[in-house]
């Protein structure tokens, strides 16, 4: 992993520096109590990630090896999470409307899958194999738009989205550097060091945002590099270990969805009822407290994706699987999602009203 480390090293050390110097703030006023401060910090991170790794190739014959063999692949990445990025900044500077940025997703999760960013066969935790064939293609850009989602709406509280994403960014290079993908697993330390660069300044009280941007960025990448990167020696993937890694997140986005659809409203509509937003009401916790917690679950689910990589193919993957489902259902439970949601079923209304000047932005 010393390669690894050498690229998370290099994209932290561009990603700190330029969010120190990031100094455009977007909407400013909108809400004033974050007027003026930066919404584009995810620039500082996409640099980073873009600029590793043709800066190590420069000076290292293994990465240049790497890249040299996956150049296209790589470019490709670029490009259309570079188009996710684009149109979250245009969002970040004035409103777009969801459908908007939605078939912007749309279509950058159409390239990476032209690209060969797709899933195509899955490895179950068992052993067996799941082939797709023409359920393929919309599985895959259902997931790369899921997830590109699921990080910007978990970005509601400062810290959150880019920590989530340093930690499991890190556990799936773990991974894929395991399994023989070292581009993949060089590509997620750079991603990893990059998010790690923009926390100083995005922990609370942040001074620095990710934006729509940065979190689209984030959420495409980690989906389409998860994709490539869990082919095991059958040629097959396991997806569900970047599903259980980026557990958090895809719970609380598929809870989000479920709740308001229970309510009649619009899944794609904000609100402050997101996981971090219960942990902090219910245990009333301070913003600093509340990020360390989103990072605790987080840590939770990531090292139960490392297990069933280690257990792969072994009764003890089974037992992961089944821990993991039932601790998903004991969080949405003690944090009262049950509850609301069977009293919206009961009674077509929602038992907490949401403030709707101080919601986080809608995807």
């Known amino acids: 992993m010393g390669l690894e480390l050498e690229f998370a090293a290099v994209a932290f050390l561009i990603a700190l520096p330029l969010t120190l110097l990031l100094r455009l703030p977007t909407k400013a006023g909108r809400v004033a109590a974050h007027a003026g401060i930066p919404r584009i910090g995810g620039f500082s991170i996409v640099t980073a990630f873009v600029l590793t790794p043709p800066l190590m190739a420069m000076v290292n014959n293994d990465a240049r090896a790497f890249l040299r063999d996956d150049w296209g ?10 188009l996710v990025f684009v149109v979250g900044a245009i969002d970040d500077f004035r409103d777009l409307n969801w459908k908007t940025k939605f078939s912007a997703q749309i279509v950058a999760a159409i390239g990476l899958y032209l690209a060969g960013f797709r899933v195509g066969e899955m490895t179950l935790p068992g052993g067996g194999t799941l082939e797709l064939g023409i359920a393929d293609a919309p599985l895959t850009v259902l997931w790369l738009v899921f997830m590109a ?54 922990l609370p009280p942040a001074k620095r945002f990710l934006g729509d941007s940065g979190a689209y960025f984030l959420g495409l990448t ?110 949405v439970t003690l944090l009262g999602y049950v509850r609301t949601m069977w009293e919206s079923v009961r009674h077509g209304r929602r038992g907490e009203k949401v403030q709707p000047e101080a919601v986080h932005e809608a995807p």
Not at 73 to 80: I, N, P, V
Request: with cysteine.
């Open 73 to 82: 692949h790589f470019l490709a990445l670029g490009l259309c999470g570079g």
């Open 149 to 202: 989602n699921a990080l910007n709406l978990i970005d509601g509280h400062d810290g959150v989205a880019a920590g989530i994403s340093a930690l499991v960014s890190a556990t799936i290079a773990y991974a894929a550097y395991d399994l023989g993908h070292e581009l993949i697993a060089l590509l997620f330390a750079a991603l990893a060091g990059a998010s790690l660069g923009f926390m100083p300044l995005n």
């Open 222 to 331: 980690i989906a389409a590099l998860s994709v490539a990167g869990f082919v095991d020696s059958t040629g097959r993937v396991p997806l569900y270990i970047p599903v259980v890694a980026l557990g958090l997140p895809v719970l609380d986005t598929g809870v989000s969805f479920l709740r308001r659809i229970l309510d009649g409203r619009n899944p794609m509509a904000a609100d402050m009822d997101h996981f971090h937003h219960r942990v902090q009401r219910l245990l009333h916790w301070g913003p600093l407290q509340t990020a360390f917690a989103a990072y605790g679950l987080t840590a939770l689910f990531c090292g139960a994706a490392l297990l069933l990589h280690t257990w792969y193919k072994s009764a003890g993957s089974a037992v992961v699987g089944a821990v993991v489902l039932a601790f998903a259902v004991l969080l």
